[in-house]
C-alpha cells in the first residue's frame, strides 16, 4: 500500500517576501501574451484572441525577493510506493518538485536543490525545477508561489489520495489536483479537475509544465511529426518536426536558441511525451484524451541560454521543459460553458524503450517505439478507468487536513451566501471560515453592511475585481478607500474614465495619486506621470516599489537627474538592490554621468526579478560603450562604429541573458 506523509526539509531558500501593495494595473508582460495570428488556422487564430486578460488583477505581484538564500525548513508532502517517491512543495503552488524511481536511484525530473524565485511567473515570483500546475491564464500561474489547501483523502478501495486544491480568483474557478499510486504503480496517477461554478462562459487555460534533465543524449519525442515554432518574435510557424533548420530539435541541448515547440498530435492514437537517454530510458508523460496539447521548451545553447539556467537552479543544471496543456498552445484560451466541470488523467513515470530506434534517423520509429514503452508502462485504458475511478470519488469528505491554503474560496462562499446565489458544493474541496483572514477583512465588512473599512496610511491589503464585485464597489457607502477601489475595479473593467474619476475622489493619498500617475502614463502624457509619482512618492518615501515606480517615471520624462536624486535619497535609509542599482545606471547614463555608469557596472546589475525575455543589462553595456566610444571620437558614431563597438567590448557573460540574437 502507498504511504502519505508530511515532513520538513531543509534546502536554500530566497524567501518570496511580501507582496507589491501597488495594484497591476498594466496588460501583462508575458512573452507568448501577443502573438501574430497569420499563418494559423482559423480555430487557432480565434483561440489565440479568445481570453485575454488587461492586467493580473486582482492579484498583487510578489516581487520582494533578492537573491540571498539562507537554509530553511520547507513543508512538503511525500506520496510513495515501491515504485515511485513523489515530493510535493505545499507552500509553492503543489509543485511536484521530485519524482524519483526507486528501484533505480533516478531522479526523474529536473530537481532544483534551492528555491529562487525570479521574474518569469504571471505574479513576478518563479522557480525552476518539477511539475507546475498552470492554471488561468497564459503564463506561468497566479498561484506558483502559493500554498494551496492539501488534505488527505481515501478512495474505497483503501488508497491513499492526497489532494490540492484552490479558488482561482482570475477567472473565478476552483481546479482540484487528486495524486495516488496504486499498489506496485510504475506511475503517478494525477486527477485534474477544472470546475466552473458559475452560469457563464469563463476562457480556460492548463499546462502541466515538466522540467527534466537535459543532457547531449536525451531526446524528446511525441506523437507528432510537425509543430508550431515560437522563437520570441511575437509570431507561430508551423514547422515540420524532428529538423529544424538543420538542427534536430527534439534533442534539446542541441538547440541553438530558446524556442518552444506545440507538436500536432491531434491525430495521434493516445497523447504523451518523453525525455529518453541513450539507453531509451527517461520521465514519460501520458493522458487522457482531453489534456491534447504537448510542447518542447529548450533555452538553447547560446551564452544567455545557459546564464538563464545558472540563475535559476546554479551551475551545473540544465534542463529543458515538456509539457501537456489543454491546447494545441499555450497562447489559446478554450471556451468553458457554464456550469461545467472539466478532468482528466495524467501518468507519469520511467519509461524504457528501445534505443536504437528512439535514437534512429527514422522519426516515424522513434514515435513508435516510444509509444510502444508508454502503453507498457501504463495502457491508455488504465488512464480512463482511473478518470471514470477519481471523478466518481471526486466530491468525497476529506478524512485530514494536510495544509491550509488561501480565505479566497471561503470568502466567494460568503459572497454567494450573501447575495442569495447558490453556494460552490465543497464537500470535497472544504473552504473552511477559519482560513479567512486580514486580506478578506475589507471584502467581510463589505458584503456586512456595505462599507469599506479606511485604511488610513496604510496600503489597502488587497483588491477585488470584476463581475462579481464591481457591482458591490459601486453600491458601497461612499468614502476615500471605497473610491479608490472603485477606481481599480474601473480600470480592470476597461473603464479607464470612469477609474481616473473615482481616484481624483479618493483624496492626496500615495494610492490614488500612484494610480492617477500610472493613468496618466498609459495615455502618454510622461511629464504628469512623472509630477504625480513624485508627488505619490513623497508621502510614501519608504516603500521600496513606489521609489522603482518614481524612478522609471522620471526617466520616461527625460529627468535622468531627477530620478538619481530619489534614489539618493532612497539610498540614504535603505541600501539600494540590484533593480534599483540597475535603474540608477541608466538614469546615469542618460545625465552623462559615465564615471558612475562604469562603477555600476562594475558591480553585479543582474536583478533578482529580471524577466524572462529583458535585455535591459546587454543593452546598459552597449550603450554604456557607445557613449564612451562618442566621448573618445568627439563625433556621432556610425553603425560601422557601432559593429566595432560590439566586436571589442562583447556583453560579459554575467550580464548576457539574450534569448536569441
Given amino acids: 500500500m502507498a504511504e502519505l506523509r508530511t515532513e520538513q526539509v531543509t534546502m536554500p531558500v530566497a524567501a518570496v517576501g511580501a507582496p507589491n501593495p501597488l495594484p497591476p494595473l498594466r496588460a501583462t508582460r508575458d512573452v507568448h501574451a501577443e502573438i501574430d495570428t497569420s499563418g494559423v488556422d482559423e480555430e487557432m487564430a480565434r483561440n489565440l484572441r479568445y481570453g485575454r486578460v488587461p492586467t493580473v488583477l486582482p492579484y498583487l505581484l510578489q516581487d520582494g525577493y533578492t537573491r540571498d538564500r539562507v537554509e530553511a525548513p520547507v513543508k512538503v508532502a511525500v506520496l510513495e510506493n515501491d515504485v515511485l517517491r513523489a515530493t510535493f512543495l505545499l507552500d509553492h503552488g503543489g509543485r511536484l518538485a521530485s519524482l524519483v524511481h526507486r528501484p533505480s536511484g533516478r531522479e526523474l525530473l529536473h530537481r532544483n536543490r534551492m528555491l529562487q524565485p525570479a521574474n518569469l511567473a504571471l505574479r513576478n515570483a518563479w522557480f525552476a525545477g518539477g511539475v507546475e500546475w498552470n492554471l488561468g491564464t497564459t503564463g506561468h500561474t497566479a498561484l506558483t508561489c502559493s500554498p494551496l489547501h492539501t488534505v488527505r483523502l481515501t478512495t474505497p478501495t483503501g488508497q491513499p489520495v492526497l489532494r490540492m486544491y484552490e479558488f482561482e480568483r482570475m477567472r473565478e474557478l476552483v481546479y482540484v489536483l487528486d495524486f495516488w499510486l496504486p499498489d506496485d504503480s510504475p506511475v503517478l496517477m494525477v486527477h485534474v479537475r477544472v470546475v466552473n461554478h458559475d452560469p457563464v462562459e469563463k476562457p480556460a487555460y492548463w499546462w502541466s509544465n515538466i522540467a527534466v534533465p537535459e543532457a547531449e543524449d536525451v531526446r524528446v519525442v511525441a506523437p507528432a511529426d510537425s509543430a508550431y515554432h515560437f522563437g520570441y518574435g511575437r509570431r507561430l510557424e508551423p514547422v515540420g518536426i524532428p529538423v529544424v533548420d538543420g538542427t534536430d530539435v527534439t534533442y534539446p541541448a542541441r538547440a541553438r536558441h530558446a524556442a518552444d515547440y506545440f507538436f500536432d498530435a491531434r491525430a495521434a492514437r493516445r497523447p504523451f511525451i518523453a525525455a529518453l537517454d541513450a539507453e531509451g530510458r527517461g520521465l514519460a508523460h501520458t493522458s487522457t484524451h482531453r489534456l491534447m496539447g504537448r510542447k518542447l521548451f529548450v533555452w538553447g545553447r547560446g551564452p544567455g541560454g545557459r546564464r538563464w539556467q545558472e540563475f535559476l537552479s546554479g551551475p551545473d543544471s540544465a534542463y529543458c521543459e515538456i509539457q501537456a496543456g489543454l491546447a494545441r498552445t499555450q497562447a489559446e484560451h478554450l471556451p468553458m460553458p457554464g456550469n461545467t466541470s472539466w478532468s482528466w488523467v495524467e501518468a507519469y513515470g520511467m519509461a524504457e524503450a528501445d534505443p536504437a530506434a528512439v535514437h534512429g534517423a527514422d522519426w516515424a520509429g522513434a514515435r513508435s517505439a516510444t509509444e510502444a514503452a508508454v502503453d507498457a508502462l501504463v495502457p491508455a485504458a488504465v488512464l480512463e478507468d482511473a478518470l471514470r475511478d477519481a471523478d466518481a470519488w471526486a466530491d468525497h469528505a476529506p478524512s485530514e487536513v494536510l495544509h491550509v491554503g488561501s480565505g479566497w474560496g471561503a470568502l466567494e462562499q460568503r459572497r454567494r451566501a450573501v447575495l442569495g446565489a447558490p453556494l460552490m458544493p465543497a464537500v470535497g474541496t472544504p473552504f473552511d471560515e477559519a482560513t479567512l483572514g486580514d486580506e478578506q477583512g475589507p471584502w467581510m465588512r463589505l458584503l456586512a453592511d456595505g462599507h469599506l473599512t479606511e485604511a488610513g496610511s496604510s496600503a489597502p491589503a488587497s483588491y477585488v475585481v470584476g463581475p462579481s464585485w464591481l457591482p458591490l464597489l459601486e453600491a458601497a457607502a461612499d468614502s476615500p478607500t471605497a473610491w479608490l477601489h472603485r477606481g481599480v475595479a474601473r480600470w480592470h473593467d476597461g473603464s479607464r474614465k470612469e477609474a481616473r474619476a473615482a481616484w481624483e475622489r479618493a483624496g492626496e493619498t500615495p494610492w490614488a495619486l500612484r494610480n492617477l500617475a500610472v493613468a496618466d502614463a498609459v495615455d502618454g502624457d510622461a511629464a504628469a506621470s512623472a509630477d504625480r509619482m513624485v508627488a505619490a512618492y513623497r508621502l510614501a518615501p519608504d516603500l521600496r516599489a513606489l521609489a522603482l515606480e518614481t524612478v522609471r517615471a522620471l526617466r520616461s520624462a527625460d ?103
Fill in 559 to 661: 529627468r535622468p537627474a531627477d530620478a538619481l536624486a530619489i534614489l539618493g535619497e532612497y539610498s540614504a535609509r535603505t541600501p539600494l538592490d540590484a533593480r534599483l542599482r540597475l535603474e540608477q545606471a541608466w538614469a546615469a547614463l542618460e545625465a552623462g554621468d559615465l564615471d558612475l555608469v562604469e562603477r555600476l557596472l562594475e558591480e553585479d546589475l543582474a536583478p533578482a526579478d529580471l524577466r524572462e525575455g529583458e535585455l535591459s543589462l546587454g543593452q546598459l553595456w552597449f550603450a554604456y560603450q557607445d557613449a564612451r566610444a562618442e566621448r573618445r571620437l568627439g563625433r556621432a558614431l556610425t553603425d560601422a562604429d557601432r559593429d566595432a563597438v560590439r566586436r571589442e567590448y562583447p556583453v560579459p557573460a554575467r550580464y548576457d541573458f539574450a534569448m536569441s540574437d
